[in-house]
């Protein structure tokens, strides 16, 4: 290999290239591009980008000989390993770097390290924060802890990890605003149709914080007593999260959306987009703010909580059309084959003036969706059965929860202040509940076809398991850290692991779950042997193929010398050019 230089008027470009036969003809082809003097100095800190570039050149040429001499290692079963001595490396975390890197993050952290007086390495500590996030979720202590099992050790202190968690914080909105312009260099963003949705996250502590701090008493999606924090995110139509807004647990969710959407509008230069959300952000309030300056929505239809009239055309079993088939075709569903009309998806459409407001509801059936909220309803009433004369009274009762089929009758036989009482099922709301199995309404302003509107709307469950990864995998409950600008950091941290983890399932084709992913990148991890170099120690597959495939190294060779392993650490700071 050997060092090929570009010069031009206004810069120096420097490539690696080298010798191969191809088509019958001996020609040069490129093996690693370094970039210009520029940013040469800049990424890599040195002064005279040549003789680095050359440097560069002469490290490739050593580990190429080392990969054609082989290894050979010695081990006695007498002699016992040095005390407190780290043998095992996580490799995993090299793939997320790439991405990291791709994303500009770092070039982020250095603009905001000019605007703070601090001396510690942001990028090192947001990286390893995003990194330990993905594959060993935990607190801010047990992520510095974490972090010395990557290859790449920390240089950072504990302390400065929460310095750093109030500087990040105060630049929330720079960093969203950035980071989504990085990305539309890296791979353009679908941001025609984007999705917004809310959810609480608890802490495990007995108090809420004095008004107006975050940590606020609040309705629980978990039915939880502790206070909560409310984080909405909006999403793009490829499931990669756009932006995020943190509100006090009390917040009414329904007030969220507009502030961070304006937010879109100014920070992020989108203008003309859909928002599709659920019943619980459908106010009339916010569908007005989406149907003016090209903005447009699609919102879940409540047919419990819909006018009387609206209620009885939805409901009316005439005058259905088959989704895909002739639209001037009719329909009725109380006549539908139970086997032949299964899979079928039933439609029908009308506009209505709402204060003022034209608005088209879409009403869908299918008899498999019957099935399922029937389904989904007799495990719940079963519960119910069984908890029935356990039960003790309820104020409010979450939209799945089994006690809504439980009242409470008080009686008394001469009239005076009913003091007995008895627990009985409540088959009214049972039957009441199952008039609307099969049935799904949205609404909207739009005018488009109802076959590609259905679809828009069925993508919502994405920015659902936004929040389920973010939950579960990431474990962003509960949250360990008190004061306000450090639980905003803290969940940007599972806001920034959420995107740099949807591209790294972007570039997988989507074609391995979220779990499959996290638990190959937390086993690969490599056995030290000290001047020598690691022993990859999990087992290659498919998936850990298709890694390197796609990020250009390699790490399951049977050893990774030491001078290799820097040099591919180097490379996934290097994105954007093409790897050996």
């Not at 210009?36 to 003789?51: F, H, L, M, S, W």
């Not at 000989?65 to 005390?83: D, L, N, R, V, Y």
């Not at 999606?221 to 647990?249: H, V, Y």
Request: glycine content about 4%; some cysteine; proline content about 3%.
């Amino acid at each position: 290999m050997r060092l090929s230089i570009v010069r031009s008027a206004h810069s120096t470009s420097y490539a690696v290239i080298k010798s191969a036969y191809k088509n019958k003809k001996i020609t040069s082809v490129v093996v690693e591009r370094l970039g210009n003097d520029k940013y040469i100095r800049e990424t890599y800190g040195v002064d005279d980008p040549e003789a680095w570039a050359r440097a560069h050149v002469e490290e490739l040429n050593r580990l190429a000989e080392e990969e054609k001499a082989g290894s050979s290692i010695s081990f006695s079963p007498s002699a016992q390993i040095a005390m407190n001595e780290q043998r095992s490396y996580n490799l995993g975390y090299l793939f997320l770097q790439n991405i990291f890197y791709q994303l500009g993050l770092h070039k982020i952290c250095t603009t905001v390290k000019k605007r703070h007086s601090f001396e510690y390495n942001l990028t090192s500590i947001l990286s390893r924060l995003i990194y330990t996030r993905i594959l060993f979720p935990g607190s801010k202590r047990s992520s510095f802890k974490d972090s010395s099992l990557f290859v790449e050790q920390p240089d950072f202190d504990l302390h400065q990890i929460y310095r750093a968690l109030s500087v990040l914080a105060s630049e929330s909105d720079y960093i969203q605003q950035t980071l989504y312009k990085n990305s539309l260099a890296l791979s353009g963003r679908k941001t025609s149709v984007i999705y917004y949705d809310c959810t609480n996250y608890y802490f495990e502590i007995e108090e809420a914080d004095p008004q107006p701090g975050l940590r606020q008493y609040g309705y629980s999606k978990e039915n939880r007593p502790n206070p909560i924090t409310q984080m909405g995110l909006f999403m793009d139509s490829e499931g990669i999260p756009l932006a995020f807004c943190i509100n006090p647990g009390n917040t009414n969710e329904q007030t969220t959306l507009k502030p961070l959407e304006r937010k879109l509008i100014s920070d992020f230069s989108l203008s003309k987009f859909v928002v599709c959300t659920d019943a619980g952000l459908s106010s009339l309030d916010n569908r007005v703010f989406n149907n003016i300056s090209g903005r447009a929505y699609i919102t879940v239809q409540s047919l419990k909580k819909a006018k009387a009239f609206q209620k009885e055309w939805a409901m009316d079993p005439k005058g259905w059309k088959l989704l895909g088939d002739d639209p001037k075709k009719l329909y009725d569903i109380s006549s539908l084959d139970e086997s032949e009309d299964y899979e079928k998806i039933f439609y029908k459409e009308r506009w209505f003036n709402e204060n003022g407001l034209e608005q088209r509801f879409i009403v869908t059936y299918s008899l498999k969706y019957r099935d399922y909220l029937a389904s989904v309803r007799g495990k719940q009433y079963a519960r119910a059965i069984k908890k029935v004369s356990q039960f003790s009274g309820k104020d409010h009762y979450q939209q799945n929860d089994p006690d809504r089929f439980i009242e409470q009758l008080f009686f008394t036989e001469d009239g005076e202040v009913a003091t007995e009482h008895k627990n009985v099922l409540n088959e009214e709301r049972l039957r009441e509940e199952a008039s609307y199995d099969g049935f799904y309404a949205v609404a909207t302003n739009l005018e488009d076809d109802a076959s590609s509107i259905i679809r828009i709307n069925q993508r919502r469950w994405e920015i659902e398991e936004c929040f389920r990864i973010m939950k579960h995998e990431f474990i962003a409950r509960p949250c360990y850290v008190s004061r306000d600008d450090r639980i905003t950091a803290h969940f940007m941290i599972c806001f920034l692991a959420l995107i740099v983890f949807r591209y790294l399932e972007k570039s997988l084709d989507n074609e391995y779950t979220v779990q499959q992913i996290i638990d190959t990148l937390r086993s690969m991890n490599a056995l030290k042997v000290e001047g020598r170099g690691y022993i990859p120690t999990y087992e290659r597959t498919e998936l850990t193929d298709l890694l390197h495939e796609k990020y250009h190294f390699t790490t399951s060779t049977q050893i990774i010398p030491i001078a290799k392993m820097r040099n591919i650490c180097k490379q996934t700071k290097s994105p954007g050019k093409e790897k050996s």
